[in-house]
């Protein structure tokens, strides 16, 4: 029986706040198919009670605190997630159920296939009857769909948008889910999220040649300054349901972070320090002439 595990995740400290981020198949060992995160949770609720046939799950406490409870059929165990850079690991097969949310509890859950209610046990004796028939199997991979171009892209703000996301609401809380390759234009590679964040601090303040990201104010807000080398917008993010796509080529600065915010970030690409453009001379000559003078 594979057993649960413990990941601590990187966590780069700054005076404007604390960053963590998951690769995907390096600090988790799998591909992200699709990445919800659960909030407006009231206290005393209690959720998930499933298993899933297949699919493998990392489990990570973005703001606030919740215990895990995991039962693979001989034993129980518990595991309380109250750090931001710690993850739980859950492979298929596992019985789990969260419980003893607290006040403001967000919860970033990524899965390595896409929804399938096929591939979830519901009921708890019918988990049991499946442990004592059959092998639990293979993880299997649900491809999460097609990939954008990656050549050095010149976007405009014009070409930045809001995506609404679906919410599913129960009176346990809400749930946004994300494919990648069809919520959003392009597979998801690399989940980051800022938090810690205080107030009057200005974060972001680069441009990506190739890297697409999705930005979601998964609590609280902040605004998002947006810069071509010609137009500028800023867009207000305050619900967990929407995100801004910000494509390759356009320079992003995050500011006028509410109290107790916390910015999710969803990737087209792991990170590659030559990806960006940190200084805004160099971006105005990559918008000018390509990246043949940076």
């Not at 601590?8 to 198949?25: H, K, M, Q, W, Y």
């Not at 040649?209 to 605004?223: D, P, R, V």
Request: with cysteine.
């Amino acid at each position: 029986m594979k057993r649960e595990q413990l990941i601590e995740l990187p966590r780069v400290t700054d005076r404007r706040g604390n960053l963590s981020f998951i690769e995907a198949e390096k600090h988790i060992p799998f591909p992200i198919a699709r990445a919800y995160w659960i909030y407006d949770i009231p206290g005393g609720q209690k959720r998930g009670s499933h298993a899933l046939k297949s699919q493998h799950e990392v489990i990570i406490a973005l703001s606030g605190s919740f215990d895990v409870l995991l039962d693979d059929g001989n034993e129980k165990r518990v595991h309380t997630l109250n750090r931001s850079y710690m993850a739980l690991y859950v492979p298929n097969m596992l019985w789990r159920s969260l419980g003893n949310f607290s006040t403001n509890a967000l919860c970033l859950v990524l899965t390595s296939g896409s929804y399938n209610e096929e591939d979830y046990i519901r009921n708890y004796k019918d988990f049991r009857n499946i442990l004592n028939t059959e092998s639990s199997g293979n993880l299997k991979i649900l491809s999460s769909g097609g990939r954008m171009d990656i050549k050095p892209q010149f976007n405009t703000v014009l070409d930045c948008s809001l995506i609404g996301f679906p919410v599913i609401k129960n009176r346990a809380g809400s749930i946004t889910p994300v494919h990648g390759g069809k919520a959003v234009p392009f597979d998801i590679k690399r989940v980051f999220y800022i938090y810690d964040i205080p107030s009057g601090a200005k974060r972001g303040m680069h441009a990506h040649k190739h890297c697409h990201e999705i930005l979601i104010a998964a609590s609280g807000s902040f605004e998002v300054e947006l810069n071509d080398g010609i137009n500028k917008k800023t867009i207000l993010l305050n619900h967990p349901a929407y995100g801004l796509h910000i494509p390759p080529g356009v320079w992003a600065a995050e500011k006028e972070y509410s109290s107790g915010v916390v910015c999710l970030a969803l990737a087209s690409d792991v990170y590659d320090p030559d990806d960006y453009i940190n200084t805004y001379a160099d971006f105005k000559k990559y918008r000018q002439n390509g990246d043949k003078n940076i």
